[in-house]
T-cell receptor, first 112, second 115 residues
Framework: AQSVAQPEDQVNVAEGNPLTVKCTYSVSGNPYLFWYVQYPNRGLQFLLKYITGDNLVKGSYGFEAEFNKSQTSFHLKKPSALVSDSALYFCAVREVGGKLIFGQGTELSVKP | DAGVIQSPRHEVTEMGQEVTLRCKPISGHDYLFWYRQTMMRGLELLIYFNNNVPIDDSGMPEDRFSAKMPNASFSTLKIQPSEPRDSAVYFC?????????????FGPGTRLLVL
């Protein structure tokens, strides 16, 4: 079965610094990987996805993610964090049949 | 497009009562998903539909939970009878059919509290 792991429950970053939210995956076959963000009291919003092609995927709000097959990772990155980026971030992998398997989430806190 | 619409946004009920959550997917989307989010268990897929037909309900906790999709623009998730441990945020999501990389779009959720 497909799975993803987010090893950090919380990431703390100072505003203006680069941020990384980690995700590793376990799949059979080619992975379809996603990042979603959830702001307080809101639904999940799609950020970006990797299907095939370039290992560096660019998404919404200045976020990007790097697909690394050898390390089975799909880390989310942003060069300069904003306080407004503070939210809960989910990594997900598509399973056979089309459903998504989500990680446990990482709480990102960006301080001024 | 208005996005995925869920109602009600908040629901407070007493143990033993029936609860019905509603979802209107994005027009033209072929798949509809119901998720539950709790602090303890994270985000769990309960059931999903393709072209109004339930495909996988293995995540439905027990017989107290049921879901229907009578047409392409409406789905319900019913809990009868409700219990305090059902308290959670319930999300509906939808997407188009395709080769596999299609994005799911989530509704704002229904926050359920069972007393």
């Amino acid at each position: 079965a497909q799975s993803v792991a987010q090893p950090e429950d919380q990431v703390n970053v100072a505003e203006g610094n680069p941020l990384t939210v980690k995700c590793t995956y376990s799949v059979s076959g080619n992975p379809y990987l996603f990042w979603y963000v959830q702001y307080p009291n809101r639904g999940l919003q799609f950020l970006l996805k990797y299907i095939t092609g370039d290992n560096l995927v660019k998404g919404s709000y200045g976020f990007e993610a790097e697909f690394n097959k050898s390390q089975t990772s799909f880390h989310l990155k942003k060069p300069s964090a904003l306080v407004s980026d503070s939210a809960l971030y989910f990594c997900a992998v598509r399973e056979v049949g089309g459903k998504l398997i989500f990680g446990q989430g990482t709480e990102l806190s960006v301080k001024p | 497009d208005a996005g995925v619409i869920q109602s009600p946004r908040h629901e407070v009920t007493e143990m033993g009562q029936e609860v019905t959550l509603r979802c209107k997917p994005i027009s033209g989307h072929d798949y509809l998903f119901w998720y539950r989010q709790t602090m303890m268990r994270g985000l769990e897929l309960l059931i999903y539909f393709n072209n109004n037909v339930p495909i996988d309900d293995s995540g439905m906790p027990e017989d107290r939970f049921s879901a229907k999709m009578p047409n392409a623009s409406f789905s319900t998730l019913k809990i009868q009878p409700s219990e305090p441990r059902d308290s959670a945020v319930y999300f509906c999501a939808s997407r188009v059919a395709g080769g596999g990389g299609e994005t799911q779009y989530f509704g704002p959720g229904t926050r359920l509290l069972v007393l």
